[in-house]
T-cell receptor, first 112, second 111 residues
């Protein structure tokens, strides 16, 4: 089991640029979650999917953020345009039913 | 609303015990505990699903008081490998699968 795979591990970009974060969940998992972690706000749930369908996106901070899950093995989180306050570690996690969340190693985003 | 964890930080000597508390203002369906080491992803420790339930794994155990909307994580005879930040994640009825995490408790175990 390869675990949840996120890419890139680190992303440095300039304000105003588009950023795309990628996630491959564990095979067979039907839930996928995007979390953001900062020192100030901790781990925040941004959006989650069930069977590729977005269930709750109330945690998405602004319209600049969007997420898609075109199939069971791939999801993206896009920020356009990016701002310095978006700098954080973004985690993707997946689970099957009520099983625990398995987190990826995260993408550390720095917006200058 | 984010659950409240206490203490925010604790420093122990190897072999000492620690308790980390998690309290919510909302009714809870379950409580999840995770540990995160610096620069790594959170790793699952245990889920508590029933009021009054207690679970244990090795020397780490937890309790869940559904009526008080509280959970506690107990670390006994701590080891150096226990160092990290511990998060509780709460799940409320009607918000299935939406884990809300506390701000974390930073645990440092010294030799």
């Amino acid at each position: 089991d390869a675990g949840v795979i996120q890419s890139p591990r680190h992303e440095v970009t300039e304000m105003g640029q588009e950023v795309t974060l990628r996630c491959k969940p564990i095979s067979g998992h039907d839930y996928l979650f995007w979390y953001r972690q900062t020192m100030m706000r901790g781990l925040e749930l941004l959006i989650y999917f069930n069977n590729n369908v977005p269930i709750d996106d109330s945690g998405m901070p602004e319209d600049r953020f969007s997420a898609k899950m075109p199939n069971a093995s791939f999801s993206t989180l896009k920020i356009q345009p990016s701002e310095p306050r978006d700098s954080a570690v973004y985690f993707c996690a997946s689970s099957r039913g009520n099983s625990p969340l398995h987190f990826g190693n995260g993408t550390r985003l720095t917006v200058t | 609303q984010q659950p409240v964890q206490s203490p925010q930080a604790v420093i122990l000597r190897e072999g000492e015990d620690a308790v980390i508390n998690c309290s919510s203002s909302k009714a809870l369906y379950s409580v999840h505990w995770y540990r995160q080491k610096h620069g790594e992803a959170p790793v699952f420790l245990m889920i508590l699903l029933k009021g009054g339930e207690q679970k244990g794994h090795d020397k780490i155990s937890a309790s869940f008081n559904e009526k008080k909307q509280q959970s506690s994580l107990y670390l006994t005879a701590s080891q150096l490998s226990y160092s990290g930040t511990y998060f509780c994640g709460t799940e409320s009825p009607g918000s299935a699968r939406q884990l809300t995490f506390g701000s974390g408790t930073q645990l440092t175990v010294l030799p």
